[in-house]
């Protein structure tokens, strides 16, 4: 009955490291039988055991830096291992400890420390309240939240955050038939962007006129924009950046 979350982490922990482990046991037992006369197989062996010592003391896949080669970094992600994953906490708190994203609640503080040392998201919710905007529609739910003095929705942080641990960004493109926008990995050039709609805007790349989403907002129309020098010429070194409107011209 008492308040602990980093009890509850270590409890949810363990379970998934029980679950590791049984997969490393099964893969040891499969890959003992061929190391022998094999020295590829020896090497993954010697790895498997000391992941599952690893395991063993307690501490997730995701913790264990005993990496020798590049090749096993690459066979430890083929284990799927449930503890090797990304991870995202949601602190569910009262309505009174959203005001301030949870600040002044010690458990959130403890989360975010313990999150902190292993590369972790948390995000701060109140379960209580998503239940009852879940059942509204977009404008009363607008109202509700500015009602809270709250910017956004506890799935609005989740979504935010997921993009942040997995490393991804959107971009726009916008026309007359619809706005839409494309998820790619943080680091994308223009023409690998350009890709994600077609492979021929890859193929065909020219350039890419960009403004950022919010310079479009400020400015009202993508012609005042256009006036104030807000959209530019990119080319295909271009970095595209999370919240970009961009429109690609491209030969084939």
């Known amino acids: 009955g008492s308040i602990n979350p980093l009890r509850d982490i270590e409890t949810i922990n363990l379970e998934l490291i029980f679950s590791d482990l049984e997969i490393l046991e099964r893969r040891i037992a499969k890959t003992t039988k061929v190391a022998r006369n094999d020295k590829t197989a020896a090497k993954e062996l010697a790895l498997l055991e000391r992941i599952k010592a690893h395991l063993e003391d307690g ?143 890859e193929r065909g790349f020219i350039r890419a006129e960009v403004v950022s989403y919010d310079d479009l907002i400020a400015c009202g129309s993508h012609n005042a924009a256009k006036e104030k020098g807000l959209i530019r010429l990119e080319g295909k070194d271009y970095v595209v950046q999370d919240g970009d409107i961009m429109l690609f011209r491209f030969n084939v």
């Not at 590049?70 to 992600?77: A, H, P, Q, S």
């Not at 879940?134 to 109202?143: F, N």
């Open 59 to 201: 501490k997730p896949a995701k913790t264990f830096d005993d990496i020798q080669e590049e090749e096993e970094e690459e066979w430890l992600k083929s284990y799927n291992l449930l503890t090797y994953k990304p991870v995202i906490y949601a602190a569910n708190v009262a309505e009174d400890d959203l005001a301030d994203d949870g600040a002044a609640n010690a458990g959130v503080q403890a989360v975010r420390e313990f999150a902190a040392g292993e590369n972790s998201e948390v995000f701060v919710v109140c379960a209580q309240i998503e239940q009852e905007i879940a059942e509204l529609d977009d404008d009363e739910k607008k109202m509700f939240l500015e009602d809270l003095g709250l910017k956004e929705s506890g799935l609005e942080k989740l979504i935010k955050a997921s993009y942040h641990i997995l490393g991804l960004i959107s971009y726009l493109t916008a026309g007359e038939p619809e706005v839409r926008a494309w998820t790619i990995t943080r680091g994308t050039k223009a023409p690998q962007a350009a890709g994600k709609i077609h492979t021929d805007f």
